[in-house]
């Protein structure tokens, strides 16, 4: 928790200390009252999510400036302070007076519900923003705001304190002609943000993104906060085709160069890159306006169908197919894909549970026509890549076949069914999922201190015996073929594989992976953490999914005696407790712990502390899954070299 101090502020130029606020008598809007009422109605909610919602949403804005041909470059600084200010290169916010309003523009932007900037609709063609909130939302949940507008060779300044302004907005200076742009910093209010620490590699993730999604744009990162300092800067020149190429990053691939179709009809865009790699899963990451609809929707649904059908016209027309095929599955073509598809429209309509499913009808057909005309076009014109692609459908077809015949066998045998749970399996005694947890464990000797020390009731231990496979480089039927999965799969009692995985089965919901703290741990920890995001993603988005925290160090000083969880812990106790006559155990693995210790450092759940995995950015996890299980040695090499540093569990929190 962050502590709730109000004087440490350092924007990038001071505001006004609290008590000016005060004597300037602050008017607070009712709109933006609302926000501040109930923010998780605007921005989702007030943990760490919607904190860093804040920065998306005002970093939307300057992309609305780039998308409308304006901006080629943001910036987002991260300073002491948990405070964040991003600057942009596009027109400005307007400052003149606003007609109606009777008050500059600027303080309508910042001050006004729903105007989200773009109060002339003429002005944008599409925009984004996932809850189009706009920046006057950011403004009610941050303690103070600054703004800055450069425009037409003049600087304007305005500043708020929780929505209301301090002041009216005051031209400071002046700037060269033609170099507009706006720069608007913020500290989040601890009176609504509990937690206000911002995350740079989370950050850096949708930063990431959007370059790749706004071509020719140019992105950049900084954290100057004191022994965090790091920057990163994000132009791709190529767009998504350098998206697909760098998820894929690595990986060999099936055509030399992503194939990229994009057209534009009725105002609305379409943009899709795509290649096929040498794995068995299916990696479609779809976009409207920029927001990633991890929901998918009817542009999803448009290219699926047309990509169904081109490929088998294709297969058809080139005799590809044998007679006594019945054609390619939906499944078949998505094998090994990896594409890209960006929509922008004027009016997106979200919908689906997190409202990150793109629901205007419309698209599905002008997706599905574009697949078909181009990308018919382009296999005709790339015999060679388009029979390489055929050829990789049929071998899908095939082994999609074995792998149901595989699961077919196995069932008959009921090893994947849970009436027959797997010997190695110590169950707990409860039958009620939410309070039953399982442990998957790093090697036998592990597997039975958790199972001795265990609150047998609720807790279940499942011993893993070395490493797992690692399913990037296997199709369902291998996978099936291996004892130690089908163990997980048995014990988990969801099922695996399109239309048979069942959340609603999940017989524990917290799946707690507890492995050594060193290197092979690591590797076993990343190949189960592979199997759970390919196969069972439902189980870490929902929240099922966590890493234990073992201690490193056991430190001993008479009676005395405590665990340390990392070396600056250690250091710390070795010093408060004196040195002289201390004994410090470093555990070289979990099976040096007895069971009693075992419990009550790793698994009490009154006293232990787990790291729940979750998924960001599927991109991104996608690529680190890539490059940590991927053939190329150079990449992965390259990865652990410059993640090495801060690479500890939370990192791999994909
Ligand atoms: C309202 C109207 C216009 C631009 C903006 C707002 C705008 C908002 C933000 C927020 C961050 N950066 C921004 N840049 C621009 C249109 C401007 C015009 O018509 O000149």
């Known amino acids: 928790m962050s502590d709730q101090r109000d004087t440490e502020n350092t924007p990038s130029k001071p505001a006004p200390a609290q008590s000016e ?21 605007y921005i989702g909610d007030t943990a760490l999510r919607g904190l860093h919602h804040l920065v998306y949403e005002v970093v939307d804005n300057s992309i609305d400036e780039a998308m409308a041909g304006y901006c080629d470059e943001i ?35 910042l ?48 500043n708020f304190v929780r929505g209301g302004r301090v002041g009216e907005m005051e031209e400071i200076g002046t700037c060269p002609v033609g170099e507009n742009g706006t720069t608007i910093s913020f500290k989040p209010d601890h009176q609504i943000f509990p937690e206000r620490v911002f995350s740079f590699d989370t950050l850096r993730a949708r930063l990431r993104e959007l370059a790749f999604l706004n071509r020719g744009v140019s992105i950049s990162i900084r954290d100057e906060r004191q022994g965090m300092e790091r920057e990163d800067t994000f132009h791709y020149e190529g767009g998504i085709v350098e998206y697909v190429r760098w998820l894929n990053e690595g990986r060999t691939m099936v055509c030399p160069e992503p194939i990229y179709i994009n057209g534009e009809k009725d105002g ?72 890209i598809i960006s929509v922008k429209i004027p009016e997106p309509q979200f919908e689906g549970q997190t409202k990150t499913k793109l629901g205007n009808t419309e698209v599905k057909g002008q997706v599905e026509s574009l697949v078909n005309s181009n990308l018919a076009e382009l296999l005709q014109e790339h015999p060679k890549e388009a029979k390489a692609i055929i050829n990789k459908c049929i071998q899908a077809a095939h082994g999609r076949e074995a792998a149901r015949r595989a ?61 797992i496979l690692n399913v990037e480089k296997a199709r369902l039927d291998k996978i099936l073929g291996n004892d130690e999965i089908r163990t997980i799969i048995t014990a988990l009692g969801t099922g695996i594989g399109a239309g048979i995985f069942d959340i609603t089965k999940l017989r524990y919901h917290k799946v707690i992976i507890m492995t050594d703290a060193d290197v092979d741990g690591s590797h076993i920890r990343t190949l189960i953490l592979t199997l759970f ?26 009676k005395k005696e405590v665990y340390a969880f990392s070396d600056e812990d250690k250091d710390r106790l070795v010093e408060e407790m004196g040195s ?75």
């Open 533 to 558: 995001f390919r196969y069972f993603r439902e189980i870490i988005e929902q929240g099922h999914m966590y890493i234990a925290e073992p201690p490193l160090y056991r430190v001993k000083k008479g």
């Open 111 to 158: 001050t006004s519900l729903h105007a989200g900037g773009k109060f002339d609709s003429g002005s944008y063609k599409v925009s984004g923003g996932l809850h189009g909130v706009g920046v006057s939302c950011v403004n009610a949940l941050s303690e103070w705001l600054r703004a800055e507008v450069h425009r037409d060779g003049k600087i304007y300044e305005m």
């Open 407 to 467: 699961r077919d066998l196995t069932r008959r045998k009921s090893a994947l069914d849970s009436a027959a749970l797997p010997g190695k399996l110590s169950d707990c005694s409860s039958r009620i999922p939410e309070e039953c947890e399982i442990y998957l464990v790093e090697g036998d000797s592990a597997g039975g201190s958790a199972k001795q020390g265990r609150e047998r009731r609720f807790q279940a231990i499942l011993p893993l015996k070395g490493k």
């Open 21 to 41: 606020y005060n004597a300037q008598g602050i008017q607070v809007l009712k709109g933006l009252e609302a926000v501040r009422k109930r923010p998780a109605m």
């Open 75 to 109: 910036s987002v600084l991260m300073s002491e302070g948990d405070t964040i200010t991003v600057v942009d290169n596009g027109r400005g916010i307007p400052v003149d007076m606003h007609k109606t309003e009777g008050k500059p523009a600027l303080e309508v932007v």
């Open 580 to 654: 002289r006559g201390i004994y410090v155990q470093r555990y070289k693995g979990l099976g040096e712990m007895n069971p009693d210790q075992l419990w009550e450092t790793t698994m009490d759940p009154d006293s232990r502390t787990m790291t729940r995995v979750t998924i960001q950015e599927a991109a991104e996890a996608d690529h680190i899954f890539t490059i940590l299980m991927g053939d190329d040695v150079e990449p992965r090499r390259r990865f652990i070299e410059e993640n090495a540093k801060q690479m500890n569990i939370e990192d791999l929190d994909i």
């Open 268 to 339: 609305i865009q379409v943009e899709i890159a795509m290649d096929y790699n040498d794995t068995y899963t299916e990696a479609i990451f779809t976009f409207a306006n920029n927001i990633n609809t991890t929901e998918g929707g009817t542009h999803l649904s448009g290219f699926r169908a047309g990509l169904t059908r081109t490929l088998n016209a294709f297969a058809n027309g080139s005799g590809m197919l044998k007679k006594d095929m019945k054609g390619l599955t939906g499944d078949d073509v998505r094998e090994g894909l990896c594409a």
